[in-house]
């Protein structure tokens, strides 16, 4: 987190934006580790998501609207931030594009994602319970990718941006209290509900046993945030 706010701090960027922010959790992040914007701006297709996040800051520097990333222009921002969601786009190439067009000069990219080495076994039920949704997200025609190695997240990115890469390092969230019975429970409750959306009933089954499979390894494993590694692209301070 220091290494975060040291970054902030140095290029006190006064616009910032968002890109499919969801309900805002890396904005909470970001804004408690910098105060010196004028401007962070949350966007994402979700209707529910751009709601939650809304709803949760009182800051009027903090701004969040449903919108498609490819449909933002005449805007520019310090720094944009991606978080959680590199696997979410079937075309990377194009989203950067965008992204870097959205970049005033100088401007820098901040990329943080979910990684599946280095992790101990309560992590690998975090990485293996991304896996299962993932896996139906597909099934159903929604681009939802596993995650990935960090070297591999680091050369897609070298691949599709003409930013270089300025810094990155793995992201440790510190465990602010173990996980509870009550927790395992609402996770299995998460995966039943999955399955249930499913309508096919020969993929309904088999991701109902892959189901069970998974419940056992958490309630075995426990159950704890994967790593995820954060890349800083653009010119070196």
């Not at 701006?41 to 498609?68: H, P, Q, Y």
């Not at 293996?128 to 591999?152: C, P, Q, W, Y």
């Not at 993929?203 to 494993?221: A, P, S, V």
């Amino acid at each position: 987190m220091r290494k975060l706010q040291a970054f902030f701090q140095r290029v006190k960027p006064k616009r910032i934006l968002d890109v499919a922010t969801g309900n805002g959790s890396f904005v909470h992040l970001v804004v408690r580790l910098y105060d010196g914007y004028d401007l962070v701006k949350g966007i994402d297709i979700s209707e529910k998501g751009i709601e939650t996040a809304s709803k949760t800051f009182t800051d009027e520097r903090i701004v969040f609207e449903k919108m498609n990333v490819f449909d933002l222009e005449g805007e520019e921002f310090d720094v944009i931030m991606l978080s959680n969601s590199l696997h979410h786009f079937d075309d990377l190439d194009r989203l950067f594009k965008q992204l870097e067009g959205l970049l005033a000069s100088g401007g820098y990219l901040l990329i943080n994602e979910m990684m599946s080495d280095g992790l101990n076994k309560a992590q690998k039920s975090h990485m293996r319970l991304h896996h299962f949704a993932a896996e139906i997200d597909r099934f159903n025609g929604v681009v939802h990718e596993e995650t990935m190695k960090s070297k591999d997240i680091l050369s897609t990115l070298s691949e599709v941006s003409t930013k270089d890469i300025f810094d990155a390092w793995d992201m440790v969230y510190p465990v602010e209290r173990e996980t509870s019975k009550e927790d395992i429970k609402n996770i299995g409750a998460t995966i039943d509900r999955l399955v249930g959306k499913i309508e096919d009933s020969a993929f309904q089954e088999d991701m109902r046993q892959k189901g069970e499979k998974l419940k056992k390894y958490i309630n075995k494993k426990g159950f704890e945030l994967a790593t995820q590694m954060l890349v800083i692209m653009g010119e070196k301070l």
